[in-house]
């Protein structure tokens, strides 16, 4: 069921100390800060040859990372996200072998402008799990 990692997200309290730390003692190519008010967060893509991370900063103030940076005000890891090829049918797969699906269980547009949904962290090791169709 489970593609390819499309990213690893982490949560950042500063976003700009955060790309410019990836740019230049990482070596890493970082895209320019995108606002996505409709998902509470600032983002910067870090590329990578084989996936990408997601720098995400709160934006706003029902941020749903502001609670993760209140116990981790240093930042760390948000969620990794897998590609799916059928999100229906891994929703189907996954509720029917007891995971829980965060919010309605219906797929939402993500920032990639494909459907995501994000499954219960503590149904997998306290890692939020995102899958998106690809
Ligand atoms: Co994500």
Known sequence: MLG???????????????AASYRDV????????????EHGVTV??????????ELLEPLGEASPIAAF????????????????DDILAARDRLVA????????????TGAHG??????????FFGTLIELEEV
């Open 4 to 18: 390819r990692v499309n990213h690893i997200a982490i949560a950042v309290p500063d976003l700009a100390a955060a």
């Open 26 to 37: 990482l070596g890493a190519r970082v895209s320019a800060a995108q606002s996505l008010p």
């Open 44 to 53: 910067v893509f870090v590329e990578l040859p084989n996936t990408k991370v």
């Open 69 to 84: 940076l209140e116990k981790s005000p240093s930042g760390g890891m948000h969620h990794i996200c897998y590609e799916v």
């Open 97 to 108: 072998g007891g995971a829980r699906v965060l919010g309605d269980g219906t797929p939402k």
């Open 114 to 123: 494909k459907p995501v949904l994000f499954l219960h962290p503590k149904d």
